[in-house]
């Protein structure tokens, strides 16, 4: 359990770190967007190139991977059914919370867990290769598509020519789209197994290590605009979405891997740790790029993680 431990940490103590940065102004008044901008379109799509680039392939297909992608599917699915039907969510809020309540923080804490848990780092990499390659390119071309549409990033987009319309606009938007740009260049050097040289990828590489600090940090200094567990009528939507991604998912998984693909022992705890996993800090970098559910993305990340520390302890005790 000292990985799980030492996971959760790290989290709270950078987050922590970016709450007194903003509390005390230490970088000034500009210093949260200036920064998520930096994780938006430099840090972040540093790491996923790097790390698709070195991607094999051949691991790409697991029974974990399938066992996850069907409970993010259903998850999702349940969240879209409330978001439509109930709360009557637009685009852009659909998107940040159908992300909320599927995508995982595994850099912070699938590999530790991976590895102190599992004793196998290798079990995390197909669904972060789905994550980066599938989840975040979909949500992302809904954000700026929306942008670009005429009224999702208050901060940038309202000043810039809208390009294109129709078929033209979507088909656009992949090639506008820094993390997209990335990930399908990533992915290029992982399917020919090309590999630039190390003179080229070391800068990148270093780079893209500041990636998820950054992210934390902005996270951290976003706690000043108010706190997670405040009443209003954004509280319902706020724990539905905790409840989905922290219970729903992995109980919907342990069903799937026992049931429809008779898994057992490691192999079934891995999938379940996986989907237990609390929201990554992506999610709140894409909501705070396109100002689209930024408080609601701000919340879950925060809250998911406090609720993981029981649920991950849970499901390594029962199934371990």
């Known amino acids: 359990m000292r990985g799980v431990l030492t996971g959760f940490v790290t989290i709270w103590g950078v987050i922590g770190v970016g709450w007194l940065i903003e509390r005390f102004r230490l970088l000034g008044p500009?210093?949260?967007?200036?920064?998520?901008?930096?994780?938006?379109?430099?840090?972040?799509?540093?790491?996923?190139?790097?790390?698709?680039?070195?991607?094999?392939?051949?691991?790409?297909?697991?029974?974990?991977?399938?066992?996850?992608?069907?409970?993010?599917?259903?998850?999702?699915?349940?969240?879209?059914?409330?978001?439509?039907?109930?709360?009557?969510?637009?685009?852009?809020?659909?998107?940040?919370?159908?992300?909320?309540?599927?995508?995982?923080?595994?850099?912070?804490?699938?590999?530790?867990?991976?590895?102190?848990?599992?004793?196998?780092?290798?079990?995390?990499?197909?669904?972060?290769?789905?994550?980066?390659?599938?989840?975040?390119?979909?949500?992302?071309?809904?954000?700026?598509?929306?942008?670009?549409?005429?009224?999702?990033?208050?901060?940038?987009?309202?000043?810039?020519?809208?390009?294109?319309?129709?078929?033209?606009?979507?088909?656009?938007?992949?090639?506008r789209n820094p993390i997209l740009t990335a990930s399908a260049l990533g992915l290029a050097l992982a399917v020919t197994g090309w590999r630039p040289p190390v003179e080229v990828m070391r800068p990148i590489d270093v780079i893209g290590s500041a990636a998820v600090p950054v992210a934390l940090l902005v996270l951290g200094m976003s706690l000043n605009d108010g706190r997670p567990w405040e009443p209003g009528p954004a509280a319902t939507p706020r724990y539905t979405v905790v409840a989905l991604k922290a219970v729903v998912q992995p109980a919907v998984a342990y069903l799937i891997g026992r049931y429809l693909f008779d898994l057992s022992g490691t192999s079934l705890l891995a999938a379940v740790l996986i989907a237990a996993l609390p929201t990554g800090q992506n999610v709140f970098v894409f909501a705070s790029r396109y100002g689209r559910g930024e408080a609601l993305a701000r919340d879950v990340v925060m809250l998911s993680t406090l609720v993981a520390t029981v649920c991950l302890s849970t499901v390594a005790y029962v199934l371990g």
């Open 30 to 175: 500009h210093a949260r967007p200036v920064l998520a901008r930096l994780a938006f379109f430099i840090t972040t799509p540093a790491l996923l190139f790097t790390t698709l680039a070195a991607a094999t392939p051949a691991v790409m297909i697991t029974p974990t991977l399938v066992v996850f992608v069907l409970s993010a599917g259903v998850t999702a699915a349940l969240y879209v059914a409330l978001a439509t039907l109930v709360w009557r969510s637009g685009w852009g809020e659909l998107a940040i919370g159908t992300l909320s309540v599927c995508y995982v923080n595994l850099a912070n804490l699938g590999i530790p867990i991976a590895a102190y848990v599992l004793g196998d780092v290798s079990v995390v990499v197909p669904i972060l290769l789905f994550q980066f390659l599938v989840a975040a390119p979909v949500a992302v071309t809904v954000l700026e598509s929306q942008a670009r549409h005429g009224g999702a990033d208050a901060q940038q987009t309202r000043s810039e020519p809208r390009r294109g319309g129709g078929v033209t606009r979507w088909i656009g938007v992949p090639l």
